[in-house]
């Protein structure tokens, strides 16, 4: 604890490296992965392969795609670039899985309605069954948000890994406080991300909060 209180400017410079590493593929990841499962939901030999091929990109080991990329796109061993394309790629990985199954937890009769109403297939998916699907999605997000800022960690191995250097440095030096203060760091920026990740998805669905209340005070 006493090597981050003393690093504190170098923790916060570390921690704004750290963010766009993770919550740059969150995002790129989930403009990918949405339209892209609602794409597949209903069709069962796509969201089959889709499911199958996502399983496949999860499974490589996150610092092999590291290197691996700089051979694939035109990028240098040591760029940023990697670890954002690598991430990107694992995001949609856990997100095309996630999107059809929080369209599936849509009730049906909500879907009728809108069909019956005139909506079409995809004014209905955008106005309808997305927001609705928001209280799932927004649990998967969580899930891939703690995800990715853990595995930016490893990118410290080639050299980029924001608070990820704390561990290689630590370790080069023999400080185990400095090892310490780096996990201690990313556990509580995990915990961050993860809560306003968590309110702005109860903003974003305000029907929710609103059916709770008026369970509660049916009791």
């Known amino acids: 604890m006493r ?17 766009w590493l993770s919550l740059v593929p969150l995002v790129l990841g989930l403009i990918i992965a949405v339209p892209l499962g609602a794409l597949v939901q209903r069709t069962r030999l796509l969201r089959r392969f889709t499911t199958v091929v ?21 990028t240098r061993i040591l760029d940023e670039a990697n670890v954002i ?3 990107t790629l694992y995001t949609v990985a856990l997100l095309v899985r996630a999107v059809p199954e929080a369209l599936d937890a849509v009730p049906p009769a909500v ?8 909506y079409k297939p995809l004014t209905r998916i955008v106005k309808v069954e997305l927001p609705l699907a928001i209280p799932v999605l927004v649990a998967s997000l969580r899930v891939v948000a703690v995800t990715n800022i ?4 490893v990118g410290s191995v080639i050299g ?24 201690i ?6 915990i961050v991300v993860d809560t306003l990740i968590m309110v702005a998805g109860k903003f974003a ?5 609103s059916a709770k209340k008026t369970k509660a005070g049916a009791r």
Do not use: N
């Open 205 to 209: 669905t305000p029907w929710v909060r």
């Open 85 to 87: 394309v690598a991430l």
């Open 160 to 183: 980029i890994g924001g608070l990820g250097t704390w561990f290689t440095e630590g370790y080069q030096a023999d400080k185990s406080d400095q090892i310490i203060a780096g996990i």
């Open 111 to 118: 879907l009728d309605a809108a069909t019956a109403v005139g």
């Open 185 to 190: 760091a990313i556990f509580v920026l995990a």
């Open 54 to 74: 996502a399983s496949i990109i999860f499974t490589i080991p996150s610092l092999a795609l590291f290197v691996v990329l700089p051979l694939v796109i035109p």
């Open 3 to 19: 090597y981050l209180f003393t690093h504190l400017d170098d923790a916060w410079d570390l921690t704004l490296i750290h963010l």
């Open 150 to 153: 853990s595995m930016v960690s």
